[in-house]
């Protein structure tokens, strides 16, 4: 019984040695960068900026070469490095994705029904790209050049 005893107990020790190996050569991801409370997306080819708060999601639209803004609240999820927004109402609908990791952002909007006396008189679907989001600078002026 005496050796049983002792054969269980070095059984248990070389699983529990080799458990405590297991995690200590763990490779640990690197720590997420900070993230701005607030972040923009601004369309590449000057057509507008988005930005919205991670924490209330309040966000403001202006699609500069139509001259319309948009503002309200949507919704904010965050995946590790990945930032999504989403906004829906009976006026639009509004996706925008961020990897902060790559600096890179994507926003899709669609416009239903477009304010009386703007220059869009049908539904406006609008695909963005940002190859760099720590550039942008909020401006219609400053993205179209005038």
């Known amino acids: ?11 248990v020790m070389l699983a529990g ?11 640990q991801p690197p720590p997420p960068p900070p993230m701005k409370q607030t972040q923009t997306v601004q369309d590449e080819d000057g ?11 309040e966000f ?15 919704q904010v999820k965050i995946d590790g490095f990945n930032i999504y927004f989403t906004a829906l109402s ?10 902060v ?23 406006l679907r609008e695909y963005w790209t940002d190859g760099n989001i720590y550039n942008n600078t909020l401006s219609c002026a400053s993205i179209t050049g005038r």
């Open 1 to 11: 019984m005496k050796k049983l005893s002792i054969l269980f107990v070095l059984a």
């Open 17 to 27: 040695v080799s458990v405590q190996a297991q995690k200590k050569n763990r490779i």
């Open 47 to 57: 057509g507008g900026y988005f930005t919205f708060d991670i924490v209330t999601g």
């Open 60 to 74: 403001k639209c202006n699609m500069c070469e139509y001259g319309l803004a948009f503002g309200g609240v949507g």
């Open 90 to 99: 009976e006026e639009y609908s509004m996706f925008v994705s961020i990897n």
């Open 101 to 123: 990791w790559d600096k890179q952002g994507k926003a899709v909007m669609e416009i239903f029904n477009p304010p009386p006396g703007s220059a869009v008189d049908a539904n």
